[in-house]
């Protein structure tokens, strides 16, 4: 058995030895393929990672193999899996539609790539929204839709989002195909009754909310046009929801927008939202490094193993105070990279027109030279014209990029195909932070670091 198989290309095995409490040492390591920690004997460690199967006990070698942590010597790995999200872009089984109720939104971001206007909401753009949603639903090919409300800022258009959900809804559910939604938005608008017409008339949720900083932080970066804070309206309202236990299936991303200028102030943050009733599995820390959209951030933002290594920083942390910000190695296999690579999903702005990518519209220039169809000239039943990142695939698999080397690639997908292609680096944190985070991982199991 063991003379047909070797070693995956996508294993990270770590150096460091770990003390059980019976004495035997062990060496951790992650099956990116499946998305698998593992651990071995340091003698078996060895042997594996040299190659030497035949040293390794049966069951150890059908273990490793039902984590395809060993695989086929007949296999091409990066073919098989760039064919296996190649299979799922092109399919149709969940159908994802972002859509952009309004181009306006409220604050005004310093980091903010878009270009915010106000326009009048058209009721036909509306309708083709329902149209598009009803469509997807009905396409043999779906069984599930997924809706998510973008922006601008989505609660602007509040009145579109329910009228869109009270069409689409009765839909999802004659036809027996599970609908979901969530929502991106700066808080501001947020009150208890909105939220009570998000959950109970919309379906969502996942509600998503950047808060960048303590009071005075995020009050200056993230401020309201006329000038208002926003802070303590959305954190006293978070908190509120969280000691009632209302809307019980709904969870909070709270997304830190993280450069050089409040990246010492997110420990504080932290501690300030656990003091103030958000530590709760229900509330999720999402911290990210800035990014440009199109605009030059390039004297703001933080190197991306400079952010990973801060983040190890705050993930111990918010464990320390019952918080919860992911800071292991992924949990499972990403099916596609992003929206972008997958022709079943699809972008909508407020004026019809359809991108492939959430970080097009609103963007100056993006916004025209990445537009794939408008819906005034596009069938309803029909899915959206290939992107700019539809061959993404194809351009790993052709070694185009470092993605086709990378480890990480079955559970990363190349992370933004859009950024790689403007000479950014998009790698997520884990690439540079894993040996910490296997040895973080051994650690919450008991075992000892040798040394």
């Given at each position: 058995?063991t003379?047909?198989?070797?070693r995956?290309?996508?294993?990270?095995?770590?150096d460091?030895s770990?003390?059980?409490p019976?004495?035997?040492r062990?060496?951790?390591?992650?099956?990116?393929r499946t998305?698998k920690?593992?651990?071995l004997r340091?003698a078996?460690?060895?042997?594996f990672?040299?190659?030497?199967?035949d040293?390794?006990h049966p069951?150890?070698v059908q273990?490793l193999?039902?984590i395809?942590?060993?695989?086929?010597?007949?296999e091409?790995?990066?073919?098989?899996?760039?064919?296996?999200?190649?299979a799922?872009?092109t399919g149709?089984r969940?159908r994802?539609?972002?859509f952009l109720?309004?181009?306006y939104?409220?604050?005004g971001c310093?980091?903010?790539?878009?270009?915010?206007?106000?326009?009048?909401v058209e009721?036909?753009?509306v309708?083709?929204?329902?149209d598009?949603?009803?469509a997807?639903?009905?396409d043999?090919?779906?069984?599930a839709l997924?809706v998510?409300w973008f922006?601008?800022?989505?609660?602007?258009?509040l009145r579109?989002?329910?009228?869109?959900?009270?069409?689409?809804?009765?839909?999802?559910?004659r036809l027996g195909?599970p609908y979901?939604?969530?929502v991106?938005?700066n808080?501001?608008?947020?009150?208890?009754?909105v939220?009570?017409?998000?959950?109970?008339?919309c379906?969502?949720r996942?509600l998503?909310?950047?808060?960048?900083?303590?009071?005075?932080?995020h009050?200056?970066r993230?401020a309201m046009?006329n000038g208002?804070?926003t802070?303590d309206k959305?954190v006293?309202?978070i908190?509120?929801?969280?000691?009632a236990g209302?809307?019980?299936?709904?969870t909070?991303?709270?997304?830190?927008?993280?450069?050089?200028q409040?990246e010492?102030?997110?420990a504080?943050?932290?501690t300030?939202l656990?003091?103030?009733?958000?530590?709760s599995?229900?509330?999720?820390?999402k911290p990210?490094?800035?990014?440009s959209?199109?605009?030059?951030?390039?004297d703001r933002e933080l190197?991306r193993?400079?952010?990973a290594r801060?983040?190890?920083?705050?993930?111990?942390?918010a464990a320390s105070?019952?918080?919860?910000?992911?800071?292991?190695?992924?949990?499972r296999p990403?099916?596609?990279?992003?929206?972008?690579?997958?022709?079943?999903s699809e972008?909508?702005?407020?004026?019809g027109r359809?991108?492939s990518?959430?970080e097009?519209?609103?963007?100056?220039?993006?916004?025209?030279r990445g537009q794939?169809?408008s819906?005034?000239?596009?069938p309803?039943d029909?899915?959206r014209p290939?992107?700019a990142?539809?061959s993404?695939?194809?351009?790993?698999r052709a070694?185009?990029?470092p993605?086709?080397t990378?480890?990480?690639?079955?559970?990363?997908?190349?992370?933004?195909?859009?950024?790689w292609?403007?000479g950014?680096l998009p790698?997520?944190?884990?690439?540079?932070?894993?040996r910490?985070r296997?040895d973080?991982?051994?650690?919450?199991?008991?075992?000892v670091?040798?040394g």
């Amino acid at each position: 058995m063991t003379n047909v198989l070797k070693r995956s290309d996508y294993i990270l095995l770590s150096d460091r030895s770990f003390r059980a409490p019976d004495g035997d040492r062990y060496r951790f390591g992650f099956a990116s393929r499946t998305a698998k920690m593992f651990r071995l004997r340091e003698a078996d460690a060895e042997s594996f990672d040299a190659g030497r199967l035949d040293d390794l006990h049966p069951e150890l070698v059908q273990e490793l193999t039902e984590i395809e942590a060993l695989v086929s010597t007949s296999e091409d790995e990066l073919g098989e899996l760039t064919r296996r999200r190649r299979a799922r872009s092109t399919g149709a089984r969940l159908r994802r539609l972002v859509f952009l109720p309004t181009s306006y939104c409220n604050m005004g971001c310093a980091y903010c790539g878009q270009e915010h206007t106000k326009t009048p909401v058209e009721r036909r753009r509306v309708q083709q929204k329902i149209d598009r949603a009803v469509a997807a639903l009905a396409d043999p090919e779906t069984t599930a839709l997924h809706v998510a409300w973008f922006g601008g800022e989505p609660l602007l258009a509040l009145r579109v989002i329910r009228e869109i959900s009270a069409a689409v809804l009765p839909e999802a559910e004659r036809l027996g195909k599970p609908y979901s939604a969530d929502v991106v938005t700066n808080g501001s608008l947020l009150t208890h009754r909105v939220l009570r017409e998000l959950y109970d008339d919309c379906a969502i949720r996942w509600l998503e909310v950047t808060i960048d900083g303590p009071r005075e932080v995020h009050d200056e970066r993230r401020a309201m046009r006329n000038g208002a804070g926003t802070f303590d309206k959305i954190v006293d309202l978070i908190g509120e929801v969280i000691a009632a236990g209302s809307y019980p299936e709904l969870t909070f991303g709270i997304r830190t927008n993280v450069d050089n200028q409040n990246e010492d102030r997110v420990a504080e943050l932290i501690t300030e939202l656990a003091r103030r009733g958000l530590a709760s599995p229900r509330v999720i820390l999402k911290p990210a490094p800035v990014h440009s959209w199109g605009n030059d951030v390039a004297d703001r933002e933080l190197k991306r193993s400079e952010y990973a290594r801060r983040e190890l920083e705050w993930a111990a942390l918010a464990a320390s105070l019952g918080m919860t910000l992911p800071a292991t190695l992924p949990l499972r296999p990403r099916a596609a990279t992003c929206i972008a690579t997958s022709r079943s999903s699809e972008v909508v702005d407020s004026a019809g027109r359809v991108y492939s990518c959430t970080e097009h519209p609103l963007v100056p220039v993006d916004s025209v030279r990445g537009q794939v169809a408008s819906l005034d000239l596009l069938p309803v039943d029909q899915r959206r014209p290939e992107g700019a990142f539809d061959s993404w695939y194809d351009e790993v698999r052709a070694g185009q990029w470092p993605c086709a080397t990378c480890p990480f690639m079955p559970v990363c997908g190349g992370g933004c195909p859009k950024l790689w292609k403007e000479g950014e680096l998009p790698c997520p944190s884990y690439k540079f932070t894993w040996r910490e985070r296997l040895d973080n991982a051994a650690i919450a199991r008991g075992l000892v670091a040798d040394g």
